[in-house]
């Protein structure tokens, strides 16, 4: 089985190198940065997309996926410097609602202690570019 983040047990780090979107309670030994938003579509279209969105970015590379526990893994690479990024995102159902869905996503830098609010940034942009089908 693929070595997923597991999300009810991450603890963050004290550098401000990381960024985390979860629903309320969802990753309960780390505080979220924010958390995603609540897509009109199944979670499994909601998965779909994401993957469908990490491969058309030049950027990001897939690593593992597992469509019977939604969740997958990316690596960011900066165009700049080269450094890469590490992301896990998993899709979550909205509970009682069978057609809508929302995501937890941590993305954490490998290298150096503070990364300019890049992971953030990357996350946000993942977020908004999965409301397209």
């Known amino acids: 089985m693929p070595d997923f983040t597991n999300f009810k047990t991450l603890v963050r780090p004290g550098s401000p190198n990381t960024a985390l979107l979860a629903p309320a309670g969802y990753a309960a030994s780390a505080e979220a940065d924010g958390a995603a938003p609540i897509y009109d579509v199944s979670p499994s279209e909601l998965y779909m997309r994401a993957l469908r969105l990490i491969g058309e970015r030049r950027e990001w590379q897939l690593g ?57 940034k990357r996350l946000e942009a993942f977020s908004a570019a999965l409301l397209t089908p």
């Open 64 to 120: 593992s996926q597992d469509a019977a526990t939604m969740r997958l893994n990316f690596v960011s690479t900066s165009a700049l410097m080269r450094f890469k990024d590490d992301v896990d995102v998993v899709v979550l159902p909205v509970t009682g609602q069978s057609e809508k869905s929302t995501f937890a996503a941590y993305s954490r830098s490998r290298v150096g202690y503070s990364d300019l609010g890049a992971n953030r």
